[in-house]
């Protein structure tokens, strides 16, 4: 049965964009402004705070203002959130392939001997 998640659909909706996973994963590195972010971006700053809005949106990072400066990171938690729905995902599918394995092997006929 599916269960509706909405923090999990907003962060593979943020994650679907490849802009905002590059953002990701500098970020996986340690914080950064949001100019160190932007610098190596072929975009406008504002085309940069949309998509920061949007990562922030879905949980994904998290941005604090000091001063003039806007620094972001990742926020661990919600990273882990779409990591454990996509393991569980794969172990289901790892168990399904193993059973199918399983009766393939029982259901094989023997192999006579060759000549």
């Known amino acids: 049965m599916l269960q509706y998640q909405p923090p999990l659909d907003l962060a593979f909706q943020a994650l679907s964009d490849p802009t905002r996973r590059r953002m990701v994963e500098r970020l996986s590195a340690g914080p950064a402004t949001v100019s160190e972010l932007a610098e190596p971006l072929p975009m406008s700053m504002s085309a940069v705070v ?66």
């Open 50 to 115: 949309q998509h920061l809005k949007i990562l922030e949106a879905s949980g994904l990072v998290v941005t604090e203002k000091i001063g003039r400066v806007r620094t972001c990171r990742v926020e661990p938690q919600a990273l882990g959130a779409a990591e454990r729905w996509i393991n569980d995902r794969r172990r289901s599918v790892e168990r399904s392939l193993d059973r199918l394995g399983a009766f393939l092997n029982e259901t094989r006929p023997n192999e006579e001997p060759k000549s």
